[in-house]
């Protein structure tokens, strides 16, 4: 942009430039601008360089632009893009860029890519003037004037882009306040990304050492942005460019592959694609059928991956097709008439990838060993695909009734990028609790190329990269929340915080009700997206010497404890122990014993065995100690229930550690009306903690009710009777 213009001395009313200011100090900077009038836009509206006659008609400079606008938007009205170049070609009227072109080409260029991508008229319009605040005396008042508060906001955010010095991109600040800059409106991302395209296209003036900084930046910051915004065109070109700058033998190796491959009498992929072809029209699917050359950074990652390059190496086949059920129909064709290799199917259309992008991916094997890459999508995937967030059009249009439930509320911005990672990165930004946390959460994201999808049990998805864990899940779903999470189930079972998922797991978050909750140090060990690093340690940093209340996965260190009252761990003395409920036995004045392995109460199925001391032990049929004590010879005798209900019971409640926990299960205890005889609790072991309660009930049909009640405690994943292993044999 304004380094790569300069602005020799001119009449006229143009602002001199950064360059140009450094490059003529002999005339003081202050004293060029005081003595310039202000700008009549209106004059530069009927610029000679159109003259009358053809005022109103669309310029030859930009009937390209035009051209491939109105092949994505038919009805599109071309009058601000053709006002918007007058504008531009006037006010940059005497700049040249380093390449000794008219400044003018670069706008035009830029504009032109987007409007390739299918981007819509504000954007082009605010593209053609995105130079002309930060080069030329054109204020963002005017430009609202003539062209309304849009384009003045979209020229507005570009021109606060211009002031951060990608040269210093490595230092925290620098990327927060390219963040802070584009606003809400991810439209500015786009023009300053093909911006950088334009300006990488055009590095073979400057110095090696320049191009050097320059690509390195663009490798580091903008490549993955481009990535995250699903503009794989602009993306894969700037991918090529800086891999020829920083690698340039490796790139020349890579172009005489290319260029040998190319040169082949014979191409494997085209006889596979006229195969598909015949497959597929003789199933009555209509389909085109494509191949997809790869790009040189593709071609040079297979390369290292396989060693030796075969044909099908150097490129994929594209399969177009009308509806989304057609791209299962062509998978199906494929699968049936050809060998699928299965390893690499990825469905991407039922899960689409965190940046919009969607298709079915699979590969072929050739009866010589080869294998064919296939992508199926749909046209408006494919759209999608290459162009990303530019292919959504206007944030600010109103939804059409197909998408107006997905239209926010109270007047707020729609977020283009629907998964909305780049408002995230704002609200990252503004939580961070300092520009270094920032800096390096974010980088560890964008370095993140692969994502996997995992599922709520409410069936809802959440796309986390890959090597993610249940603690970046929980801070996914529940931002600052999750600091109360006690816990998580994947596929069914429990599973600590520290779990890394898989794609296409099922992961249920656990969350606590306490409004004490606080998260541990120990998950930043395991936290890796910038949501969950960056709540994490803000919640650390406000509260100092806290993150500790969580030890062990999650669960605080707990030594057997005494029941409330001062019980002690094992059962009081029979003087104090209340009557339990009345058993009949069929041994006349035999004694009576409930087994305390496994505390039968009433209406559960008992049996009894004859003790030392003509005492009967009264068991439920399914304890474990029965079939032992069976299995030994040991005779059972008849027993039942008499008529009092009153009982004695041991329940085990397994819970995830964390704070009160054990104060909130003996109120829920107590508010049944429930006696506790007796309590213990473990020390945690995998983040789960044991309690083990004895307890009196007035009722035995009371039991029920009251497990349920301590089911409900947040944390409490399972309330069981208790239930001990039969001796060894």
Partial sequence: MSAEATNPASPGPVAPTASAAVTAPAVPRADRRKSRPRIDLRRLGRAALLGPAVRGRVPDAI??????????????????????????????RGQMRKSGEPYITHPLAVTLIL???GAETTTLTASLLHDTVEDTDVTLDQVREQFGEEVRYLVDGVTKLEKVDYGAAAEPETFRKMLVATGSDVRVM???????????????????????????????????????????????????????????????????????NAARPDDPLAEVADEMRRVLREAGIQAEVLIRPRHFVSVHRVARKRGRLRGTDFGRLLVLVHEDADCYGVLGELHTCMTPVVSEFKDFIAVPKFNLYQSLHTAVALPNGQVVEVLIRTHQMHKVAEAGVVALGNPYAPASDATASDTPADG???????????????????????????????????????????????????????????????????????????????????????????DGDTVQLLMGQDPASEPSREWLEHAHTPAARIAIQRWLATHPGGGSGTEDEGGPRREPTEAPGGAAPAERTSAARPRGADVLVDRPGAAVRLAGCCTPVPPDEITGFAVRGGVVTVHRVECAAVAHMKGRGRTELGVRWGDTTECRVTLVAESFGRPHLLADLTEAISSAGVDIVSATVEPPSQQRVRHTYTLQLPDAAHLPALMRAMRDVPGVYDVSRAQHQAPPS
């Fill in 63 to 92: 009937g390209h632009v035009a051209e491939a606008h109105r092949a994505h938007h038919p009805d599109a009205d071309l009058d601000p893009l053709r006002r918007a170049y007058v504008l531009a070609e006037s006010s940059h």
């Fill in 115 to 117: 409007a390739e991508l």
């Fill in 190 to 260: 786009s023009i300053k990304l093909a911006d950088r395209l334009h300006n990488m296209r055009t590095l073979g003036v400057m110095r090696p050492e320049k191009q050097a900084r320059i690509a390195k930046v663009t490798r580091d910051v903008l490549i993955p942005l481009a990535e995250r915004l699903g503009v794989q065109a602009l993306k894969t070109e700037m991918e090529d460019l800086v891999f020829a700058i920083l690698h340039p033998e490796e790139y020349e190796h890579t172009r005489e592959l290319i260029a040998g």
């Fill in 412 to 502: 707020e911005r729609a977020d283009p990028t629907r998964p909305g990672w780049l408002s995230r990165l704002l609200d990252w930004q503004r939580a961070a609790p300092d520009p270094d946390t920032f800096w390096s959460t974010l980088r560890e994201d964008l370095a993140q190329d692969r994502e996997i999808t995992v599922f709520r049990p409410d069936g809802g998805t959440l796309g986390l990269p890959e090597g993610a864990t249940c603690v970046d899940a929980a801070y996914a779903q529940y931002g600052e929340d999750a600091h109360a999470c006690i816990g998580a189930r994947v596929n069914g079972r429990l599973a600590t915080l520290s779990t890394v998922l898989k």
